[in-house]
């Protein structure tokens, strides 16, 4: 009988031991979890939502090309921004701040975070409800630049066109103040620090044959022509009056 409490003593003194060490290294696993988390802050982006249905700018933007389009692309480039930023040591926090600094980031995070915020802005300046933006200050400004809003439009389509490959076009205004249209190649953006000509994005068309192919083919001009009559002025004119705002 003695034997056999002297057995169990020692097992329940090895299972003690075992026990006690599982739970130490549990607590120090959950500990380090919990410092990674403090340590390394998780930013993960979200799909914007759209203001209209899919089949509302139609007939210039067909409902197949929406859905695809922001279901597919635009989900796309969001998953493999997030995916990209949890991978490298982050050091800003908003995606404006991510595209100004895009130098310090590697080619994943420019091509799908400029995927991701491009098309936002893209969404948002369109509208199933475009109204004239006659009374708008932005359309005195541009009418100031250009000469008339048609020669905007027209400088704008003709850059469309001359853009190779896939890409974007804009309208933006520069840190001093000035309005100016430019394509960017890719996803690539004005307000990135590689750009050429760098400024906030006040209009931004999508180019790429994604943005028109089921309705246009290969007829970008066609696309860039429909285009005018589903523009949200009101959100172009906001940007610009934010960017006015800012410098007083
Ligand atoms: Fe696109």
């Known amino acids: 009988m003695r034997k056999i409490l002297i057995f169990a003593a020692i097992l329940l003194s090895i299972y003690g031991c075992s026990s006690t060490k599982e739970l130490e290294s549990s607590q120090k696993n959950n500990l380090q979890v919990n410092l990674d988390g403090m340590t390394n802050e998780k930013i993960q982006f979200e799909l914007p939502k759209l203001e209209y249905s899919f089949d509302s700018l139609e007939p210039y933007i067909d409902k197949e090309t929406m859905q695809i389009h922001y ?5 796309g480039y969001l998953n493999k921004f997030n995916d990209a930023l949890s991978k490298v040591d982050k050091k800003h926090k908003t995606v404006k701040d991510i ?3 895009i130098s310090i ?20 300046n369109l509208s199933p409800k475009s109204e004239s933006p006659e009374n708008l200050d932005i359309y005195k400004e541009i009418s100031k630049k250009y000469g ?5 439009k027209k400088e704008f389509s003709s850059l ?5 490959g896939s890409g974007w076009i804009w309208l933006s205004i520069d840190r001093n103040g000035e309005i100016f249209i430019s394509i960017t190649s890719n996803q690539d953006n004005p307000l990135m620090n590689i750009s050429k000509q760098q400024g906030i994005p006040l209009l ?3 180019v790429w044959e994604h943005a ?4 246009h083919q290969n007829k970008r001009g066609d696309y860039i022509s429909s285009i005018w009559n589903i523009i949200n002025w009101d959100v172009v004119n906001k940007r610009y009056l934010d960017f006015i705002n800012s410098k007083k």
């Open 105 to 124: 980031y590697p080619e994943s995070v420019r091509n799908n975070g400029g995927g991701f915020y491009n098309h936002s802005l893209y969404w948002e």
């Open 71 to 75: 279901e597919k692309h635009h989900q």
């Open 160 to 164: 469309a066109l001359s853009l190779f």
């Open 148 to 152: 008339s809003f048609d020669n905007f």
């Open 99 to 101: 595209m100004k600094n």
């Open 204 to 206: 931004a068309i999508d």
């Open 212 to 215: 028109y192919y089921l309705k």
